[in-house]
């Protein structure tokens, strides 16, 4: 999911007319009475990566224009997302950077994006500097968006979660969203490979004010979810599983192993631009994938379904599955 700057803008015609010229973005729709004609194209161009979103449609000989433009709201309080442990949290909200556009994302799902997260999901300091700081030391911008760190976020209080499971930690950025669902006495356990990832998200954790309640275990997942059921370690009331596809099976088989019923088990990128539908795909990330839709259907201590996504992430999805009794 690595990502880039959006397309250079583009604009079509319809119908053979000349295209709008692209210095003021508009979005317009067919006028006059009754239908537009069948054979009215409509077209899509991202004038501006700023937040203005043009659009011309034509039909029967006439059209009209109306300018969209997408401009935060003033932060509100209830969107806010709680810091309880102190941190840069304390230095007040600021609105979300806009989500690095997919190079496989159409411009216009990164400017929905864009305005999701101005109006819905402000961001503090520990967020921001988070992700400045993952850049700064090469990390690659695979981290969860906005707004999906917010979704992981609420899930977590929903299901009042106080023992979360993260397999793959990158550079924090998504364990700051969990950890700051847990309760005072909560607890998140999360594991990387990657020593370098594992340095910055301890840091970004510590400035976040979450060292104390979220631990990063250096290794590989495998091996750390060994270590884990050989401690007898307390169940988990939520995992997420966002690490190498092809070990999605093993992660999944692990997890059950430290769950209990009524925990809930997330999976991200399982659709892979559509290619988890392609029996015959060669691709490593999407037989992982479906090999781990085999083993969850055939699974009958679980319940689950899948959601395909677009955003500024691409197209992509995640599996969301409730543990049940043995």
Same mark, same amino acid.
């Given at each position: 999911?690595?990502?880039?700057?959006?397309?250079?803008?583009?604009? @079509?015609?319809?119908?053979? +007319?000349?295209?709008?010229? !692209?210095?003021?973005? %508009? &979005?317009s729709r067919a006028a /006059? *009475? #009754?239908?537009?004609?069948? @054979?009215?194209?409509?077209? +899509?161009?991202?004038?501006? !990566?700023?937040?203005? %979103? &043009?659009?011309?449609?034509? /039909? *029967? #000989?006439?059209?009209?224009?109306?300018?969209?433009?997408?401009?935060?709201?003033?932060?509100?309080?209830?969107?806010?997302?709680?810091?309880?442990? /102190?941190?840069?949290?304390?230095?007040?909200?600021?609105?979300?950077?806009?989500?690095?556009?997919?190079?496989?994302?159409?411009?216009?799902?990164?400017?929905?994006?864009?305005?999701?997260?101005?109006?819905?999901?402000?961001?503090?300091?520990?967020?921001?500097?988070?992700?400045?700081?993952?850049?700064?030391?090469?990390?690659?911008?695979?981290?969860?968006?906005?707004?999906?760190?917010?979704?992981?976020?609420?899930?977590?209080?929903?299901?009042?979660?106080?023992?979360?499971?993260?397999?793959?930690?990158?550079?924090?950025?998504?364990?700051?969203?969990?950890?700051?669902?847990?309760p005072a006495d909560g607890?998140?356990?999360?594991?990387?490979?990657?020593?370098?990832?594992?340095?910055?998200?301890?840091?970004?954790?510590?400035?976040?004010?979450?060292?104390?309640?979220?631990?990063?275990?250096?290794?590989?997942?495998?091996?750390?979810?060994?270590?884990?059921?050989?401690?007898?370690?307390?169940?988990?009331?939520?995992?997420?599983?966002?690490?190498?596809?092809?070990?999605?099976?093993?992660?999944?088989?692990?997890?059950?192993?430290?769950?209990?019923?009524?925990?809930?088990?997330?999976?991200?990128?399982?659709?892979?631009?559509?290619?988890?539908?392609?029996?015959?795909?060669?691709?490593?990330?999407?037989?992982?994938?479906?090999?781990?839709?085999?083993?969850?259907?055939?699974?009958k201590r679980v319940s689950?379904?899948?959601?395909?996504?677009?955003?500024?992430?691409?197209?992509?999805?995640?599996?969301?599955?409730?543990?049940?009794?043995?």
């Open positions: 999911m690595a990502a880039s700057a959006p397309s250079p803008s583009r604009t @079509k015609t319809a119908r053979g +007319r000349p295209a709008a010229k !692209p210095a003021a973005p %508009v &979005a /006059g *009475k #009754g239908r537009a004609s069948a @054979k009215a194209v409509a077209s +899509r161009s991202i004038v501006r !990566p700023t937040g203005s %979103v &043009a659009r011309t449609v034509s /039909g *029967k #000989g006439t059209t009209a224009s109306a300018r969209l433009k997408l401009k935060p709201k003033p932060e509100q309080k209830a969107n806010l997302v709680p810091a309880p442990r /102190g941190g840069n949290a304390s230095r007040g909200a600021r609105p979300a950077a806009a989500p690095a556009a997919h190079p496989h994302a159409d411009p216009l799902w990164s400017v929905v994006d864009q305005y999701l997260v101005a109006q819905l999901v402000p961001q503090d300091a520990a967020l921001t500097d988070a992700l400045r700081d993952s850049t700064s030391a090469g990390l690659p911008t695979i981290n969860v968006a906005p707004n999906q760190g917010k979704f992981l976020h609420l899930l977590a209080r929903i299901h009042r979660a106080r023992r979360i499971l993260e397999i793959g930690t990158l550079g924090g950025y998504s364990a700051i969203w969990l950890a700051r669902a847990l607890r998140l356990i999360t594991l990387e490979i990657d020593p370098k990832h594992a340095e910055v998200a301890r840091a970004n954790l510590h400035r976040a004010g979450l060292a104390d309640v979220a631990e990063v275990r250096l290794g590989r997942a495998v091996e750390s979810l060994a270590n884990l059921v050989a401690e007898a370690a307390a169940p988990f009331d939520l995992v997420f599983i966002d690490a190498d596809k092809p070990s999605n099976p093993d992660y999944f088989s692990w997890a059950l192993k430290l769950t209990r019923p009524g925990s809930v088990i997330i999976v991200d990128n399982v659709v892979r631009r559509g290619l988890v539908a392609d029996a015959a795909s060669t691709d490593l990330n999407v037989i992982g994938v479906r090999r781990l839709n085999d083993l969850i259907a055939a699974e689950a379904t899948s959601v395909q996504t677009v955003g500024s992430k691409g197209h992509d999805g995640f599996t969301l599955i409730v543990v049940g009794e043995s």
